[in-house]
Each structure stands twice: as C-alpha cells, then as structure tokens.
C-alpha cells in the first residue's frame, strides 16, 4: 500500500503524463493544419510557432519524466 501512495513517484507519473499529453496534443494540431482541417465553429489563425514551442516544451517535459521514473 505504501507503494501505490508513494509521492515522489507520483510527481513523476504525473510529469509523465503531461508532457504526452502536450507532446500528442500539438502534434495532432500541426497534423490537421497541415491537412487543412480546423476545428469547427472556431475562429482565429492557427500559430505555427507556438504549437511547435509547445511540442517540444512537452517532449522535454515527457523525456524528464521517462528518466526519473527509470531511476
């Protein structure tokens, strides 16, 4: 029981798991701007630069994630 509730290793879970979670995100937003999709009933332009900023914010982030739990 005291495994499942082990803090330090959920702060690495949860690192983790964000860092996938921006990593997929942005990566199927390039995907379908690339494709010319966007999501429907929404406005404004799609920023390049910003999604691929945070693609690798959250590949970073995952990466961190990946080798702490490792350790």
């Not at 879970?13 to 979670?21: H, N, R």
């Amino acid at each position: 029981m005291e495994e499942i509730l082990d803090l330090s290793l959920l702060i690495k879970q949860i690192a983790l798991a964000l860092g996938l979670a921006m990593v997929i995100g942005n990566g199927y937003a390039i995907i379908q701007h690339t494709r010319g999709k966007a999501p429907k009933d929404e406005s404004g332009e799609f920023r390049a630069g910003r999604a691929y900023w945070l693609l690798g914010v959250g590949l970073l982030i995952a990466i961190w994630g990946a080798v702490s739990l490792l350790n």
